[in-house]
């Protein structure tokens, strides 16, 4: 899934930090998980505990970090996989949804002035997620299913989205991406054989009731707050009808927790909050060059609370300027600080 700053090309650079700086650990704690990469790439290895303020990566963590196992849809009658079922309804099948539940195709397809999907993808998306709630209400299929169900739609909009890379805005012209067939994609499973554990809450405010042995913290470093870039992936794993608005009908987030991290001032202190309530011996933290805090108030809080010989910070070069102007180049490396804590 493309989604802003996904941590898939540092997965070994992160390794490298553990296996360098640890000798011994069982509990891991993602506690910005968003697509869920970092947790998922550490599973096999740990027990895991993930969160995110987004749904829709609650959703995925549901589906990937609290099962251990594929869902086998015992009890959905006449349908062992409902995956394929889904993938191969026929138009005919399709058009059987009443007008009133396709939310998806009435406000984000042509139907609806808005060019986000196709026309027959929305259904596609109206008519899986309306049956999978449906399963879920009659007991055909148990939560880790049903948020094993969902986690497949979810991941599989991205491939047939008419966007340049978030959910901002749609494209004006379609992108031949768009006229795939929509499908939904199934997820790996890693069986780690340990009781893992995801929310999705206020990560600042869940370190004060979670313990274990690393903790890796990577947070938003610009103004973007993500909800409004991921709307619609946040409807498609809620799909609660939402009032939305403006042309590129986003749904209301004014009742929705924000995270900290997107303004400068807030930032700081938070982070100084969750270095401070941290209970984990080990600390991995993830941020860019261009992010909102500076390095010099990073390395300060972390040598405030965690053992200050034991500091280190890595710099990952990922872009090599900024600008093409030769006069405005400028080095952009992605960071992973690390220290360790007396707990």
């Known amino acids: 899934m493309r989604f ?9 650079n992160i390794k490298n930090v553990i296996d360098e700086n640890v000798k011994y650990a069982e509990v891991f704690c993602d506690i910005f998980s968003g697509t869920s990469v970092v947790a998922n790439f550490f599973k096999k290895n740990y027990k895991i505990i993930s969160n995110d303020l987004l749904y829709f990566s609650y959703v995925v963590q549901k589906a990937t970090i609290e099962n251990n196992k594929t869902p086998i849809f015992a009890n959905i009658p006449k349908i062992t996989n409902p995956v394929n079922y889904l993938n191969n309804l026929t138009n ?23 060019m986000y999907l196709t026309e027959d993808n929305a259904l596609r998306i109206d008519f899986a997620r309306n049956k999978v709630e449906d399963w879920y209400k009659k007991g055909y299929i148990v939560d880790s299913e049903y948020y094993y169900l969902i986690a497949t739609i979810i991941e599989g909009i991205p491939f047939v989205s008419n966007i340049s890379g978030t959910y901002g805005a749609y494209n004006k012209k379609w992108d031949k991406r768009a006229f795939k067939k929509f ?3 199934t997820l790996p499973v890693v069986d780690n054989k340990m ?3 995801s929310y999705n809450v206020d990560g600042v405010k869940l370190l004060k009731r979670i313990n274990g042995d690393i903790l890796y913290i990577d947070p938003p470093y610009n103004e973007r ?17 939402p009032i939305i608005k403006g042309i ?11 995270s900290v991290f997107c303004n400068k ?3 700081i202190i938070s982070f100084e909050e969750m270095m401070k309530n941290a209970k984990f011996r080990h600390i991995i933290f993830s941020y860019s060059t261009e992010g909102l805090m500076n390095i010099s108030d990073i390395e300060y809080i972390m040598k405030k609370y965690g053992i200050i010989k034991t500091y280190k910070l890595y710099k990952i ?9 030769q006069k405005n180049k400028k080095e952009l490396n992605e960071l992973l600080f690390y220290i360790e804590k007396d707990v």
């Open 248 to 258: 590129t009908g986003q749904r209301d987030y004014s009742e929705n927790e924000k």
């Open 195 to 197: 009781k893992n554990k």
């Open 265 to 267: 001032v807030r930032a």
């Open 225 to 241: 707050q993500y909800l409004p870039n991921y709307h619609l992936l946040e409807t498609a794993a809620k799909y609660d009808n």
């Open 92 to 114: 005919v099948d399709l058009e059987k949804l009443p007008m009133k539940k396709r939310f998806f195709q009435n406000n984000y397809s042509p139907i609806g002035k808005r």
């Open 4 to 12: 802003i700053g996904s941590k898939t090309l540092l997965l070994e």
């Open 183 to 185: 499908e939904l994609k």
């Open 317 to 325: 070069p990922y872009r090599r300027f900024k600008s093409r102007e």
